[in-house]
């Protein structure tokens, strides 16, 4: 997402520099900026989340049998 931001930037340089109001257009820079800082900012938080929910996963036993759940007899 990084690089996608980055290469559209660099790619619609020249066009912003010649006609800053592009950027206050609801589609374009403006809009894939601000996609991809949402993108930047809950990585973090969904990563986390995924990892505690597979501990709590990989910790979960089958109350019926006692045997755990995750474990492939």
């Known amino acids: 997402m990084t ?3 980055a ?3 660099i790619s619609n340089w ?6 800053p109001s592009q950027l206050l257009q ?3 820079l403006t809009a894939i900026t601000l996609f ?3 993108v930047l900012v809950s990585c973090l938080p969904l990563l986390r989340a ?3 929910a597979d501990e709590s996963a990989s910790r979960m036993e089958d ?3 006692g ?3 995750t474990r492939v007899e």
């Open 36 to 38: 991809g800082l949402f």
């Open 50 to 52: 995924m990892k505690s």
């Open 14 to 19: 020249p066009s912003v520099q010649a006609d």
């Open 67 to 69: 045997l755990d759940a």
């Open 3 to 5: 690089l996608d931001v």
């Open 7 to 9: 290469a559209n930037w």
């Open 26 to 28: 609801p589609v374009g």
């Open 63 to 65: 109350p019926r049998s």
